[in-house]
C-alpha cells in the first residue's frame, strides 16, 4: 500500500528519492567527519550479491584473507582485520538467514561427527563466555570462532559439493599468499636476510614470522598432492612445482622452528599412512612415547638444559636451539606462559577464566624466576603459545579435549576416505589435506593462531574439504580392505549443488 506522498510514482522514481535521501545522509555523516559512512554503499553492494551468489562472497573473502591488515584501533573500540573480518561476518549472516527462511543445510553434514564436536566446542565456549572474568573480550573471541567455524565449516562444506571448487579454494588462498611472500623476501633481502629481520619482514600482513609460516606449512602438502595428480599436463605439474618451490623458499627464510619441525611431523605421518599402520599400533605407541616422557621427564630436562645453542643464521645450530630451554629466550618465554597457563587452569579447572583472557589474565600468574628479557605482563608478544594449553586456562577442561576431540575425529574420518575410496583423486586429496592439517596441529603444540583469520580459513577450510570428501565425494571399495581405522557404513553419493 503506498503512501499519499509516493502516490503515482513510478518504480524509477522511488529508487530515485531512495538514493537521493540516502546520498544526503551520507553527505551529512561525511561532513560531520563520520567517514565510515563511505563504506555503507560497499557495504549493500556486498550484502546484494551475497543474496545472488553467497559463495562468491566466500570465495572474496578467501582471496582477500592473506591481504588483509589487523587494525588495533578502530571508531568502533576493537580491532578489526580489514577487509577480511567484515566481509566474513556479513557472509556469516546471510548464511544463517539463509537457513532461517530455506533450512536447506545438508542433514548428513549436521549429523557428522566432526560437525557434531565443531558445535559443542562452539557452545562451550558459549558457555565459557557466560561465566567469563571478561565477558565483553569473550564475546568477541567466541563471535569470531562462529564467524569462522559458520563460513569456513558449515558453508565451505555446502560449496565444496563440487568438487573444482576446492581447487578454487586452495588457488585463491595461494595466490595472494605468494603477493605476502614476495613482500617479505623483498623486504628482508634490504635488511641483508638476517635472523633478526626475518621476524617481521612480513608485517603488516601477517604479525610475525611464526603465524606466516604456520599457514605456509600448511599449503605445502597441498602442492605436494596436486602436483601428485598426474592427470594434469606437464605444464600444469610445472606450475604446481613452482608454487612448491617458493613456499619451500619462504619457509627455510622464516627461520621458524616449529614450522620445519610440523613438516617433518607431516612426513612421518604420511609414511605411517602409506605403510598404513592400523590405528591401535598408531594409539598404542603414542600412549608409550608420552608415558616415556611422563616416566623420564626429569632427566629430559636436565639434558635440555645442557643445550646452550641460541638461533642464528646457521640453520643446524637454529634446528638445535630449539631444545635450548636454558638460554634461548624465545623457548623460555614459552615455558613460561604455558606454566603461567597452567596456573590460571589450577584455579578454574572447569570453566576456566573465558576465551580470549589469557593476554589480559597471565601476568600475576608468572613467576621472576621464569621471566625472561622478552616477559611482559599484556601478552604483546603473543597468547599461550599453545592450542592445548591455552584452551585449558580460558575454557577449562572440556575445551582443551573438544578441539583434540576434533582433530581426532577428522583423522579418524580422513583414514576411511585414504583406505576406502576407489578414486585415486579422492584419495589424494584426503591425504594431502590431512597433511596439511597436521602440520598445524604439530605447530600448536608450541603456537596458537586460531584466534586470527589468518590461519582459521585455512585450517577450518581443510577440516571441511575432508568432510565434504567423506558426505559427497568418497565411494568405498567393494572388497573389503584391511583399514588402518575401524570399518562403517559408507555415505551416499550427493547430487544436489549450492548455487547460492
Not at 229 to 249: A, Q
Request: hydrophobic share 50%; charged share 15%; net charge positive.
Amino acid at each position: 500500500m503506498t503512501t499519499p506522498f509516493l502516490k503515482g510514482l513510478t518504480a524509477n522514481q522511488v529508487l530515485l528519492f531512495v538514493l537521493s535521501i540516502f546520498s544526503v545522509s551520507c553527505y551529512a555523516l561525511v561532513v560531520k567527519e563520520q567517514h565510515w559512512a563511505f563504506s555503507i554503499p560497499l557495504v549493500l553492494l556486498t550484502i546484494y550479491i551475497g543474496i545472488q551468489r553467497i559463495d562468491f562472497l566466500f570465495f572474496m573473502g578467501v582471496l582477500l584473507t592473506p591481504f588483509a591488515i589487523n587494525f588495533q584501533e578502530t571508531p568502533i573500540g576493537i580491532g578489526v582485520s580489514l577487509p577480511s573480518e567484515p566481509l566474513m561476518f556479513i557472509t556469516m549472516m546471510l548464511f544463517i538467514a539463509r537457513q532461517i527462511y530455506f533450512r536447506d543445510l545438508d542433514k548428513d553434514l549436521l549429523k557428522h561427527p566432526v560437525t557434531i564436536l565443531i558445535l559443542l566446542h562452539v557452545f562451550w565456549m558459549v558457555i565459557t563466555t557466560i561465566t567469563s572474568t571478561m565477558f565483553l573480550v569473550s564475546f568477541k573471541a567466541t563471535l569470531a570462532r562462529i564467524c569462522f567455524v559458520t563460513t569456513f565449516y558449515l558453508l565451505a562444506v555446502q560449496i565444496f559439493k563440487q568438487q573444482h571448487k576446492i581447487r578454487l579454494f586452495i588457488w585463491l588462498y595461494a595466490i595472494p599468499l605468494i603477493g605476502v611472500i614476495a613482500y617479505t623476501v623483498l623486504v628482508h633481502a634490504t635488511a641483508g636476510f638476517t635472523e633478526k629481520a626475518a621476524h617481521s619482514a612480513m608485517v603488516p600482513f601477517y604479525n610475525d614470522h611464526t603465524a606466516y609460516a604456520a599457514v605456509i606449512a600448511m599449503f605445502i602438502p597441498i602442492m605436494i598432492g596436486f602436483l601428485d595428480d598426474w592427470t594434469k599436463s606437464n605444464t600444469t605439474r610445472f606450475v604446481f612445482f613452482t608454487v612448491l618451490c617458493i613456499f619451500v623458499g619462504a619457509i627455510v627464510l622464516s627461520y621458524t622452528r616449529a614450522a620445519w619441525i610440523s613438516l617433518v611431523a607431516a612426513l612421518l605421518c604420511y609414511l605411517a599412512i602409506a605403510v598404513r599402520i592400523k590405528t591401535s599400533v598408531v594409539i598404542s605407541a603414542s600412549i608409550v612415547f608420552v608415558s616415556l616422557i611422563i616416566l623420564n621427564w626429569t632427566n629430559i630436562i636436565i639434558e635440555l638444559e645442557r643445550n646452550d645453542e641460541q638461533s642464528s643464521t646457521e640453520y643446524a645450530s637454529h634446528v638445535q636451539s630449539a631444545s635450548n630451554i636454558t638460554t634461548d629466550a624465545s623457548n623460555v618465554e614459552r615455558i613460561n606462559r604455558w606454566l603461567s597457563a597452567l596456573r590460571m587452569f589450577e584455579q578454574k579447572p572447569l570453566m576456566g577464566w573465558g576465551p580470549g583472557t589469557y593476554v589480559f589474565q597471565y601476568g600475576p600468574f608468572q613467576k621472576n624466576s621464569e621471566k625472561t628479557i622478552i616477559s611482559t605482563n599484556l601478552g604483546e608478544g603473543g597468547n599461550a603459545h599453545s592450542e592445548y594449553i591455552g584452551p585449558l586456562a580460558e575454557q577449562g577442561v572440556p575445551g582443551s579435549l573438544l578441539f583434540i576431540a576434533i582433530g581426532i575425529a577428522v583423522i579418524y574420518r580422513a583414514s576411511r576416505i585414504i583406505i576406502r575410496s576407489k578414486d585415486r583423486l579422492v584419495r589424494l586429496l584426503a591425504k594431502s589435506f590431512l597433511m596439511g592439517l597436521v602440520t598445524y596441529w604439530v605447530h600448536g603444540l608450541l603456537n596458537n593462531f586460531l584466534d586470527t583469520e589468518k590461519a582459521s580459513v585455512p585450517f577450518w577450510g581443510f577440516v571441511a574439504v575432508i568432510v565434504a570428501l567423506d558426505i559427497y565425494h568418497c565411494k568405498q571399495s567393494e572388497t573389503n580392505t584391511e583399514d588402518i581405522v575401524d570399518s562403517g557404513e559408507p555415505h551416499a553419493q550427493k547430487s544436489n549443488i549450492v548455487r547460492k
